[in-house]
């Protein structure tokens, strides 16, 4: 059985960062996998942050271009979010999401990330 686990997330101050690495058990991240990162504050649709797909491919949601950062690390089989210059309007529950061509798309349980300003 697959699984997918976030870790990471904390409490920082506004301008600080944070490191989210997303792990897969079971299974392998090559790049056949898309990888996306979300998140959801409280009472708000969870939306996409970045996704990173094939080779080189990635997307960014227009709030975290330039401060945001998605990357494949093969030695450790995870796919890490380097958030840059947090904001307060960045807290919310993060999450990845798996997209394995075998398996279909497998959520993680979610990591907070906390911003104080």
């Known amino acids: 059985q697959v699984q997918v686990v976030e870790s990471g997330g904390g409490l920082v101050q506004a301008g600080g960062s944070l490191r989210l690495s997303c792990t897969a058990s079971?299974?392998?991240?090559?790049?056949?996998?898309?990888v996306t990162w979300y998140r959801q504050a409280p009472g708000k649709q969870r939306e996409l942050v970045a996704r990173?797909?094939?080779?080189?491919?990635?997307r960014y949601a227009d709030s975290v271009k330039g401060r945001f950062t998605i990357s494949r690390d093969n030695a450790k089989n995870a796919v890490d979010l380097q958030m840059n210059s947090l904001r307060p309007e960045d807290t919310a529950v993060y999450y990845c999401?798996?997209?394995?061509?075998?398996?279909?798309?497998?959520w993680g349980q979610g990591t907070q990330v906390t911003v104080s300003s």
């Open positions: 999401n798996a997209a394995f061509p075998q398996f279909g798309g497998i």
């Open positions: 079971g299974s392998i991240f090559n790049i056949n996998v898309m």
């Open positions: 990173i797909f094939g080779t080189t491919g990635t």
